[in-house]
């Protein structure tokens, strides 16, 4: 069975408000739910994809085998394989793919965490759709530790999937909701291993089988899951690293709409959508400028007070990020990606449907040609122009990452890990540059351009050490076999 859902965090005093409200029909359905979900020592499974749970509800048992499926990122499609459980222990039979995957090491799946849950379901009609709208309050626990669960799904049961964009904003206009990324599954892995302070960007899984949209929307939905999670991270931590890898997100995003821009030619939502991505990142940066100049300050009054000009910052991107400006460009990205009017465009249509490889191999290419283009003379061009080419190197980068996995041949492994060392060189040289550049603007909004300590911050006697090592890394980029095609560099 394929399974459409989109899943939408809220909070408690939210899922409340929206629980007695007038969008949902009176009388729902109740239920108490218990899930043990399984896996061998080594998470065999959860590495394959695959999550296997046997769920109690009364006197019923279930067995549930769920895999990864194609959008991972709020709207969710997944194959699933489900059977009565006579008893507390899987079984793993041929009508499922399990048995092939773990051959012997079946014997070895055991508990690893709990799913407790109390669920309440509605059936809503939607225009001509049909949803199912489910909300579960309660808590997944594994090793002693748990994690509250407030969320709803709405899962299509007949209708186009614009439908359940129009509940979740009319959800939304009771009590902010906000696009879910983890599956209860990934919530319980997640508290089996090491609290992380910040999430980066998970390889994407492309196949050359794809056309050029399908693997579109498979980099914006990973990119949009790398967001969620430095997003929940930052708002409940105020993380310096989950800020930063939420920008990277939000750069990431932007610059898929860049390198795909041939599928969607005119489209005035796409443009819309890239302006909004812009304002939002653009609402992070001021908290990650004075970030990078505490790591520098010494311990004193000067700290003391980039310190709390910090904590108004983040005050402001907490404002942003909770605004319902920013919730509803989720949901209108979200909407877009899955049904938006590009996909059914005709004069867009040879683009979209180009094998994902051989467009990959061309937009590489441009990529990294403007790279070259823009990066000799280092020393003698100024700061404006050494910011284009970081952002265009940070394009080659994404680019290169995004598409890693259409050039997985030994040679091209290999040749893909050198590649994007050296990228990563002038991209990182290049960072530190633009930082010497963007720390004036931040001391004088603090006024403090005539502080001597503040003046100290700005590190202006390295930037002829850091154009030179910027160069090199230009060089040694430029030389470097591309990953994506036979033969040397030219």
């Not at 808590?139 to 899962?155: K, N, P, S, T």
């Not at 050359?208 to 914006?220: L, Y």
């Not at 430095?230 to 800020?243: G, V, W």
């Not at 467009?359 to 403007?370: F, I």
Request: neutral net charge; glycine residues 6%.
């Amino acid at each position: 069975m394929l399974e459409v859902e989109l899943k939408l965090d809220v909070t408690p005093d939210a899922a409340s408000l929206i629980a007695s409200s007038a969008v949902l029909p009176a009388d729902p359905q109740h239920k108490d739910l218990r899930a043990t979900y399984f896996d061998t020592p080594a998470g065999d499974l959860a590495a394959a994809g695959f999550s296997l749970r046997i769920r109690t509800a009364g006197e019923e048992r279930v067995q549930t085998i769920k895999a990864d499926g194609a959008t991972n990122a709020g709207l969710f499609m997944r194959s699933e394989w489900e059977m009565p459980a006579a008893g507390d222990t899987p079984v793993l039979d041929h009508t499922t793919p399990l048995k092939a995957l773990l051959g012997e090491r079946a014997a070895d799946l055991g508990a690893v965490f709990e799913v407790h849950v109390e669920r309440t379901i509605w059936n809503v009609a939607e225009g001509e759709a049909q949803i199912e709208a489910v909300l579960d309050r309660g808590q997944v626990l594994a090793h002693g530790r748990g994690e509250l669960i407030c969320e709803f799904e709405l899962e299509l049961k007949s209708g186009p999937p614009a439908a359940l964009f129009t509940l979740a904003r009319k959800l939304d206009d009771i009590a902010p909701v906000r696009i879910g990324v983890l599956s209860k599954s990934e919530r319980g892995y997640g508290l089996v291993a090491p609290p992380g302070k910040s999430v980066k960007g998970a390889p994407v899984t492309l196949k050359p089988e794809m056309d050029a949209a399908t693997a579109f929307q498979h980099i914006a939905h990973a990119c949009l899951r790398q967001f969620r999670q430095n997003e929940a991270l930052l708002m409940e931590h105020r993380r310096a690293k989950a800020l930063h890898q939420a920008r990277v997100a939000l750069r990431r995003l932007r610059s898929a709409f860049s390198l795909f821009k041939p599928l969607f030619g005119e489209d005035a939502k796409a443009a819309a959508l890239r302006e909004e991505l812009r304002w939002l990142a653009g609402s992070l940066g001021e908290a990650r400028n004075l970030d990078v100049l505490i790591d520098r300050a010494p311990a004193g009054a000067l700290k003391a007070r980039l310190e709390h000009a910090r904590a108004e910052a983040y005050d402001r991107v907490e404002a942003a990020l909770a605004s319902p400006r920013a919730r509803a460009l989720m949901l209108d990205l979200m909407e877009w990606l899955a049904d938006g009017a590009w996909l059914a465009d005709a004069d867009t249509a040879p683009s979209k449907s180009e094998p994902v490889r051989e467009y990959a191999m061309r937009t590489l290419h441009r990529a990294r040609r403007r790279v070259k283009k823009g990066g000799p003379n280092l020393a003698k061009v100024d700061d404006d122009a050494r910011h284009e080419l970081r952002k265009d190197a940070k394009k080659l980068r994404y680019a290169s990452e995004f598409f890693a996995a259409l050039f997985d041949a030994k040679r091209g492994r290999r040749r893909h890990k050198r590649f994007i060392a050296a990228l990563t060189d002038l991209q990182d040289q290049l960072g530190l540059l633009n930082d010497l550049a963007t720390a004036p603007e931040e001391i004088a909004k603090l006024d403090l351009a005539d502080d001597a300590e503040a003046q100290a911050l700005l590190g202006s006697e390295s930037k002829p050490h850091l154009i030179d090592a910027a160069a090199k890394a230009y060089d040694r980029l430029v030389d470097t076999k591309r990953f994506w095609r036979k033969g040397h560099v030219v």
